[in-house]
């Protein structure tokens, strides 16, 4: 398959020309080591390989003479005690950056290591799987805000195309496979994320329990999260629930939407929403089998919205940015989607798998009234066949304008 151009690209170029280490972090099979060897030929070593992880744990000194900067080096998370190494470099060059570009698949791990050595002297960007915009080769792919969405190259897609897209995924690696080969890609990644990924961070007691609280969570993909019915469904406890939620969250695989509040320590405290990042793996978890299945099926709005709210995220996340994004639900039950805070501004998003959304469907907007925050525009991101105007500051946003 010839190379897509990844939007995280610049990120990398402007993290490098200013950190002495850049460390990439993000889910398995996403494509870190790929965009890393597009952006620059420099050295390269993965401590995937038994022999260079073992010299690495064993004598990171002459690891590091051996591969010198420039370097790349892939899966650092196996050998976390050459962050310290890598930090005495770094130390003795002050002037220079881009010295070290590091790939890591276990956040938990990584972010460990990074505060501990390399606190100050890292550039750290997370990278998903293609974004839609990325599959289309659109250009200049930005951070999604309803100000911004009107693209000349962005087009329409029929809700076939979109469900294709939600089904399908955002893994390189099924970008141009046949969708004979779903099946066993998710197969082979769910088994290797346990065996390779799980069982190295923890201790898991049932490998099949480990798998239903996955499945149960797919389930619940753009809900609210709700530790005592999934921990009930699963036969584990509550505690365990929270813990392996955790190791989801620090893979890449799931994300976690807080409320809003204008109290942050609030935010902390109250119910998140939970999406995964990629649809794909969650359609496959669920047992959706095909797009026009999963279409008409009971998921379709939930999958619907899992799929707008990761291309969102990933709007920001490959543009080096932190993605401050919330939900908003007040005490009388009314709730929006969506809400990006920007510069002190919160712009609100509605969802809906609908073709023809209307007022009704923003009346939700007017309670944001009460936050006493400035509001900016706003949107429907839905399945019309072009923008159009709702309301004041307010326009219905095809899904195929995501970026």
Same mark, same amino acid.
């Given at each position: 398959?010839?190379?897509?151009?990844?939007?995280?690209?610049?990120?990398?170029?402007?993290?490098?020309?200013?950190?002495?280490?850049?460390?990439?972090?993000?889910?398995?099979?996403?494509?870190?080591?790929? #965009?890393?060897?597009?952006?620059?030929?420099?050295?390269?070593?993965?401590?995937?390989?038994?022999?260079?992880?073992?010299?690495?744990? !064993?004598?990171?000194?002459?690891?590091?003479?051996?591969?010198?900067?420039?370097?790349?080096?892939?899966?650092?998370?196996?050998?976390?005690?050459?962050?310290?190494?890598?930090?005495?470099?770094?130390?003795?060059?002050?002037?220079?950056?881009?010295?070290?570009?590091?790939?890591?698949?276990?956040?938990?791990?990584?972010?460990?290591?990074?505060?501990?050595?390399?606190?100050?002297?890292?550039?750290?960007?997370?990278? +998903?799987?293609?974004?839609?915009?990325?599959?289309?080769?659109?250009?200049?792919?930005?951070?999604?805000?309803?100000?911004?969405?009107?693209?000349?190259?962005?087009?329409?897609? =029929?809700?076939?195309?979109?469900?294709?897209?939600?089904?399908?995924?955002?893994?390189?690696?099924?970008?141009?496979?046949?969708?004979?080969?779903?099946?066993?890609?998710?197969?082979?990644?769910?088994?290797?994320?346990?065996?390779?990924?799980?069982?190295?961070?923890?201790?898991?007691?049932?490998?099949? !329990?480990?798998?239903?609280?996955?499945?149960?969570?797919?389930?619940?993909?753009?809900?609210?999260?709700? *530790?005592?019915?999934?921990?009930?469904?699963?036969?584990?406890? +509550?505690?365990?629930?929270?813990?392996?939620?955790?190791?989801?969250? =620090?893979?890449? @695989?799931?994300?976690?939407? +807080?409320? *809003?509040?204008? !109290?942050?320590?609030?935010?902390?405290?109250?119910?998140?929403?939970?999406?995964?990042?990629?649809?794909?793996?969650?359609?496959?978890?669920?047992?959706?089998?095909?797009?026009?299945?999963?279409?008409?099926?009971?998921?379709?709005?939930?999958?619907?919205?899992?799929?707008?709210?990761?291309?969102?995220?990933?709007?920001?996340?490959?543009?080096?940015?932190?993605?401050?994004?919330?939900?908003?639900?007040?005490?009388?039950?009314?709730?929006?989607?969506?809400?990006?805070?920007?510069?002190?501004?919160? *712009?609100?998003?509605?969802?809906?798998?609908?073709?023809?959304?209307?007022?009704?469907?923003?009346?939700?907007?007017?309670?944001?009234?009460?936050?006493?925050?400035?509001?900016?525009?706003?949107?429907?991101?839905?399945?019309? /066949?072009?923008?159009?105007? @709702? /309301?004041? =500051?307010?326009?219905?946003?095809? #899904?195929?304008?995501? +970026?």
């Amino acid at each position: 398959m010839p190379y897509i151009k990844r939007t995280i690209e610049d990120s990398i170029a402007r993290a490098s020309r200013f950190f002495p280490v850049v460390l990439l972090t993000g889910p398995r099979q996403v494509g870190k080591t790929t #965009v890393f060897k597009n952006c620059e030929e420099r050295t390269y070593v993965s401590l995937d390989t038994l022999e260079q992880r073992n010299l690495a744990l !064993n004598d990171p000194a002459l690891f590091l003479q051996r591969f010198a900067p420039p370097v790349l080096i892939d899966e650092i998370q196996y050998a976390p005690g050459l962050m310290s190494y890598i930090k005495a470099i770094v130390d003795e060059r002050p002037e220079d950056s881009g010295l070290f570009w590091l790939t890591g698949s276990q956040q938990f791990l990584l972010m460990k290591g990074v505060s501990e050595s390399l606190a100050g002297r890292v550039g750290i960007l997370q990278l +998903q799987g293609f974004a839609q915009g990325e599959k289309f080769a659109r250009s200049q792919c930005k951070p999604f805000l309803p100000t911004n969405a009107w693209r000349e190259d962005a087009r329409p897609q =029929s809700l076939q195309q979109t469900y294709e897209l939600i089904w399908k995924g955002s893994f390189p690696k099924l970008y141009q496979a046949d969708t004979d080969h779903w099946q066993l890609f998710y197969d082979a990644y769910v088994q290797t994320y346990v065996e390779r990924d799980i069982k190295g961070l923890t201790a898991i007691s049932s490998e099949m !329990n480990f798998l239903r609280f996955v499945k149960a969570l797919a389930a619940r993909t753009g809900q609210l999260l709700n *530790y005592a019915d999934i921990a009930a469904d699963v036969g584990i406890s +509550q505690p365990t629930a929270k813990s392996w939620l955790s190791l989801l969250v =620090s893979s890449g @695989l799931v994300y976690l939407l +807080q409320p *809003y509040s204008r !109290n942050v320590t609030k935010r902390l405290v109250k119910t998140p929403k939970l999406y995964f990042l990629d649809t794909g793996l969650a359609c496959y978890l669920t047992g959706w089998k095909t797009p026009e299945v999963l279409e008409a099926g009971a998921m379709s709005g939930a999958m619907f919205e899992t799929y707008v709210v990761s291309e969102i995220v990933k709007s920001y996340w490959h543009n080096g940015v932190e993605a401050s994004l919330y939900f908003y639900r007040d005490s009388d039950g009314k709730e929006v989607d969506l809400l990006i805070e920007e510069a002190g501004t919160l *712009y609100p998003v509605e969802i809906k798998k609908k073709s023809n959304p209307d007022k009704r469907d923003i009346t939700a907007f007017d309670t944001l009234k009460a936050l006493k925050t400035p509001i900016g525009a706003g949107a429907v991101i839905c399945q019309a /066949a072009t923008h159009l105007p @709702l /309301a004041e =500051s307010v326009h219905a946003i095809p #899904v195929g304008y995501l +970026q």
